[in-house]
């Protein structure tokens, strides 16, 4: 069996990464956004297609990315890399039990991180969350391939199990095509895996862009503050300074911004700070110290937990799982 190398895809996604604004804020109103939307505009964004392409050459198996509102199908992934057994039974019965077994309508509560099943005929299937803010809003799918080679024994409960369903099909061309099926060690697959976990860190930056194309215009006073964050971020920035330099009262200013974004105008700028710290760990060869203070951060501390809080692990672990190796904090 051929053992096909990571280093393919990191380099190529060195080489894709997402250009992103300085501050991607998600405000309420996002909320409304139809996720169907998000799987299709990822679908269409060069960097997927680009991807996609590169991973199916080199790995042999087929990737496809889904809306989370639509149920999760070994069989719904289709094309040039399709498993030939997986395929002759979606054209038997298309809603095959086995198919079944593994579908569910993922929600972000039940399906927030990477899930890997084994189907009624021993194929491994797996979905990567593509996220924004730990929200999620579209899967990787890929998949149908066994870890180790099938045996006639395994085959003839497979038949045995389809006879039960009432599933009419031809067995010899089933049996050629399922001994066809692609084999992967257990180890290869999780590589893979980890490199699609990896690639949806990636969409998760281009599904904020989309986020906020579709989010309503701010008001006057929203777009100058945030075009004051923008420029001042590196700063110490207080909630009166900002007032005074709109011509308005603290309060107003408050409840002003916190109707428009949902979010106070102290997580917002946190926010911000946190996307240009994440920017940095992405691109740049800085302590996480030293990153701490660029973005705006007066405390390590601080800096630490916010950062934990809005991306769910530390600055260190962020750059770690994303295959990056920065100095020392």
């Known amino acids: 069996m051929r053992k096909y190398s990571a280093d393919i895809f990191l380099r190529y996604l060195g080489a894709q990464s997402v250009q992103t604004p300085e501050a991607v804020i998600l405000p309420a109103e996002v909320k409304a956004v139809r996720k169907d939307d998000f799987a299709q ?26 809306s989370i509102d639509v149920p999760l ?21 298309k809603h095959c039990g086995g198919c079944l077994e593994l579908q569910r309508t993922p929600t972000d509560a039940n399906i927030s991180v990477t899930q890997t099943v084994r189907c009624f005929a021993g194929l491994t299937n797996t979905w990567v969350p593509v996220k924004v803010e730990e929200r999620v809003v ?13 045996s006639m024994l395994q085959f003839k409960k497979v ?12 067995l010899a061309r089933l049996e050629n095509a399922y ?15 980890q490199l699609l976990e990896i690639f949806a860190e990636h969409l998760g930056l281009l599904a904020q862009e989309i986020m906020l194309r579709q989010v309503n215009g701010d008001s006057p006073i929203v777009r100058r503050a945030k075009d004051y964050v923008a420029h001042h971020q590196s700063d110490p920035i207080k909630l009166a300074q900002i007032a005074r330099s709109l011509n308005i009262s603290t309060f107003h200013f408050c409840r002003t911004f916190k109707r428009s974004t949902g979010l106070t105008f102290v ?20 302590r996480v110290s030293e990153i701490a203070y660029e973005v705006g951060f007066q405390s390590i501390t601080h800096f630490n937990r916010v950062f934990r809080k809005l991306v769910g692990h530390s600055p260190t672990e962020f750059r770690s799982r994303l295959g990056i190796s920065g100095r020392e904090p």
């Open 159 to 170: 038949v045995t199990q389809l006879i039960e369903w009432g599933i009419k099909i031809d």
């Open 73 to 93: 199908s070994v069989y719904r992934v289709q094309g040039k890399y399709t498993n030939p057994f997986c395929a002759m039974l979606a054209r038997a019965n």
């Open 179 to 193: 001994f066809h099926s692609r084999v992967v060690s257990p180890s290869l697959y999780r590589a893979i895996v």
């Open 267 to 286: 997580e917002y700028m946190s926010r911000v700070r946190i996307e240009k710290a994440k920017s940095l760990l992405r691109r740049s060869d800085l």
């Open 41 to 66: 505009q990822l679908g269409r964004s060069r960097i997927y297609q680009d991807y996609k392409r590169a991973f199916e050459k080199t790995t042999k198996l087929p990737l496809e990315l889904s």
């Open 138 to 150: 579209a899967f990787l799918q890929t998949g149908q391939v066994l870890l180790r080679t099938p």
